[in-house]
T-cell receptor, first 110, second 117 residues
Framework: GQSLEQPSEVTAVEGAIVQINCTYQ??????LSWYQQHDGGAPTFLSYNGLDGLEETGRFSSFLSRSDSYGYLLLQELQMKDSASYFC???????????FGGGTRVLVKP | ETGVTQSPTHLIKTRGQQVTLRCSSQ?????VSWYQQALGQGPQFIFQ???????GRGNFPPRFSGLQFPNYSSELNVNALELDDSALYLC????????????????FGPGTRLLVL
């Protein structure tokens, strides 16, 4: 089976940095993705790591360590619009069959 | 480029009824995946269709079934509805296949919110 663990909630102020950790157990691993979902909205893709290391996309960065079955999403220069739920998801093949974590609700305060 | 669309947006059914949800994939995508998202939880993989064939299934009973059409749009059918089927149903499209043509990104539609009474 597969399981992913991530914190349920994080609160931070505007301009701060937040790191959301994700640990996973899976039989077969292809890559780790991160999705953002605002209340009432659809999940939207943020980042993907197929290899160990850091991927940077603007204010968001994602990291993967395959040997540790661990990754994180780093949100920098937090803005109010970043208040949302963030999900890590593992895939066992390219582009399909994502297994999602329970999500981390990020609340950004002024 | 047209994004992923789903219909209807909301639906209310009673226990024992059947429901059909529809999804139009993003232009150029040949793979559709369906997910169920209960309130406050992450999406759970139901199944995936690639070029009109089922290509993997999650831990859902057979009363959850699907179809993919030649234009790559898709349907999710749920028979004998139960109260626990109340959830947001999401479809996601991607470009599947082997080798370098596959995408790792899935593009989600806005979802259909189903309430079973």
């Amino acid at each position: 089976g597969q399981s992913l663990e991530q914190p349920s909630e994080v609160t931070a102020v505007e301009g701060a940095i937040v790191q959301i950790n994700c640990t996973y157990q899976t039989s077969g691993f292809y890559g780790l993705s991160w999705y953002q979902q605002h209340d009432g909205g659809a999940p939207t893709f943020l980042s993907y790591n197929g290899l160990d290391g850091l991927e940077e996309t603007g204010r968001f960065s994602s990291f993967l360590s395959r040997s540790d079955s661990y990754g994180y999403l780093l949100l920098q220069e937090l803005q109010m619009k970043d208040s949302a739920s963030y999900f890590c998801a593992v895939s066992r093949a390219a582009g399909n069959k994502l297994t999602f974590g329970g999500g981390t609700r990020v609340l950004v305060k002024p | 480029e047209t994004g992923v669309t789903q219909s209807p947006t909301h639906l209310i059914k009673t226990r024992g009824q059947q429901v059909t949800l529809r999804c139009s994939s993003q232009s150029g995508h040949n793979t559709v995946s369906w997910y169920q998202q209960a309130l406050g939880q992450g999406p759970q993989f139901i199944f995936q269709y690639y070029r009109e064939e089922e290509n993997g299934r999650g831990n859902f009973p057979p009363r959850f079934s699907g179809l993919q059409f030649p234009n790559y749009s898709s349907e999710l059918n749920v028979n004998a509805l139960e109260l626990d089927d109340s959830a947001l149903y999401l479809c996601a499209s991607s470009l599947g296949g082997t080798g370098g043509g596959s995408q790792v990104t899935q593009y989600f539609g806005p979802g259909t919110r189903l309430l079973v009474l």
